[in-house]
């Protein structure tokens, strides 16, 4: 489970000529031009992703043909790692391991997607206003600064290419407005066509590399066994899943909490012996992560959220009755 929640981190770091529009004057409106544009543009960049000290450079390209997205992101320092989608099956190269792992990617987002669909609901969790406008990547961004309402989330300030909408650059805050993490594009293309080679792997996997089904089986709330004894305001579930964990491991729970721009998972394993993982709270960077043992299970709860809300959500889990 561990490897895999790593795994799901990792692959989370993952339409034709940009319309123009005139630029609305609510806040609101403009999550709502940022949450598309993301999805339906053809863009190719880079970004730069920075955390703590840790800063990392990735390559995207990104086009819509036909209604369905293609994108590839391509990690340009340290070990080499891709990120390959087609319309909703990921492949995540791990050259390095000799290893693609094969997930879904509904529901996931990752910048500069990052908005839901419908991002009317964050305006219950956080307050919303416009900032300034500035320049990202030689563009004119308009500023929209989230402000949360409580302290179960992020800050968050996001920056939007004034004709598009798209996502120039994205930064999380904490309480004290220190940074705990930040993407911003340095160069960027918008609109025209993207090449398929820009689209397709740097690598052939061939017999002697291992292939790895992540993907899950969706299943109902009901089915799913476990349940919170308090919800956390503002976080609802938006998906459960089985997923694999391996040879002769058997499966864990996924379940996904989210309050439209935080996410936290929990994910839900059978241990024989729990005095040989480290429980409690740890840290990964922009990461909180909270493992407790329950009813012969390892809980671990993670996601970019504030420690009190991750742990809150880990210590609200329980087995249903049967």
């Known amino acids: 489970m561990r490897f895999f929640a790593v795994v799901l981190g990792f692959c989370a770091l993952l339409a034709q000529g940009p319309a123009r529009a005139e630029a609305p004057s609510d806040p609101l409106s403009w999550l709502g031009r940022i949450a598309s544009a993301g999805q339906r543009l053809n863009y190719v960049g880079s970004f730069a992703y920075q955390s703590?000290?840790?800063?990392?450079?990735?390559?995207?390209?990104?086009?819509?043909?036909?209604g369905v997205e293609y994108e590839r992101l391509e990690v340009l320092d340290g070990s080499p790692r891709e990120v390959i989608r087609r319309g909703n099956e990921v492949h995540c190269v791990l050259p390095d391991r000799r290893t693609v792992i094969i997930d879904e990617a509904a529901g996931r987002r990752a910048f500069p997607a990052r908005l839901p669909g419908v991002p009317g609901g964050l305006a219950e969790s956080y307050r919303i206003h416009k900032g300034e406008v500035s320049r990202v990547a030689g563009y004119e961004?308009?500023?929209?600064?989230?402000?949360?309402?409580?302290?179960?989330?992020?800050?968050?300030?996001?920056?939007?290419?004034?004709?598009?909408?798209?996502?120039?650059?994205s930064r999380t805050i904490d309480a004290t407005g220190a940074l705990i993490e930040q993407f911003s594009f340095s160069d960027l293309h918008l609109g025209g066509e993207v090449d398929d080679a820009l689209l397709e792997s740097k690598f052939e996997p061939d017999a002697d590399w291992k292939v790895v089904n992540a993907r899950g089986n969706g299943v109902s709330e009901d089915e799913a066994g476990w349940t919170l004894t308090e919800p956390l305001p503002g976080y609802t579930l938006t998906s459960v899943m089985r997923r694999p964990l391996g040879r002769d491991r058997g499966e864990a729970l996924h379940m996904v909490f989210s309050d439209g721009l935080a996410a936290i998972s929990v994910f839900i394993?059978?241990?024989?012996?729990?005095?040989?993982?480290?429980?409690?709270?740890?840290?990964?960077?922009?990461?909180?992560?909270?493992?407790?043992?329950v009813d012969g299970h390892l809980v671990t709860t993670l996601g970019e959220a504030p420690e009190v809300a991750v742990r809150r959500?880990?210590?609200?889990?329980?087995?249903?009755?049967?």
């Open 52 to 66: 703590g000290g840790q800063v990392e450079t990735s390559r995207i390209a990104h086009r819509v043909r036909d």
């Open 141 to 169: 961004a308009q500023s929209l600064v989230l402000e949360p309402r409580d302290n179960l989330r992020y800050g968050h300030v996001l920056w939007a290419e004034m004709q598009t909408g798209l996502l120039l650059k």
């Open 269 to 293: 394993e059978p241990i024989a012996d729990a005095s040989a993982i480290g429980l409690g709270p740890v840290s990964n960077g922009a990461i909180s992560i909270y493992k407790r043992s």
């Open 313 to 322: 959500l880990g210590d609200s889990v329980r087995a249903v009755a049967r």
